[in-house]
């Protein structure tokens, strides 16, 4: 499956901004959707995972209250909805897909695919 994510930019603390990841080849119905994102120099971090058959979503303390996943199985396309973002929140977020187990979900390691990612960055 070949993911595509988009919607990354500059916004203030405080805004929002909408990441959209779209899967193309195979449907992403057969797959857990995460959310990862990496700063420079930094491992990538789990943000969040909904499962194939809309299980969870699961997030990351980090982001828990903040960010919101959704996922449109007719647009095979999920969906990272970020508010109230933070200057730490500045990172390249990824989309994965994985069949791993459910509890595993937040290990970026166990996923078979990622799209390219795409940059966000919060001023103060």
């Known amino acids: 499956v070949q993911l595509q994510a988009f919607g990354g930019g500059l916004v203030q603390t405080g805004g929002s901004l909408r990441l959209s990841c779209t899967a193309s080849?195979?449907?992403?119905?057969?797959?857990?959707m995460g959310w990862f994102r990496q700063a420079p120099e930094q491992g990538r971090q789990f943000v969040g995972v909904?499962?194939?058959?809309?299980?969870?979503?699961y997030y990351a303390d980090s982001v828990r209250g903040r960010f919101t996943i959704t996922k449109d199985n007719a647009k095979n396309t999920v969906y990272l909805q970020m508010d109230s973002v933070k200057p730490e929140d500045t990172a390249t977020y990824y989309c994965?897909?994985?069949?791993?187990?459910?509890?595993?979900?937040?290990?970026?390691?166990?996923?078979?695919?990622w799209g390219q990612g795409t940059q966000v960055t919060v001023s103060s």
């Open positions: 994965g897909a994985t069949n791993t187990a459910w509890g595993t979900t937040h290990l970026a390691e166990q996923y078979d695919y």
């Open positions: 080849g195979r449907s992403f119905r057969n797959y857990h």
């Open positions: 909904i499962g194939r058959t809309g299980s969870g979503p």
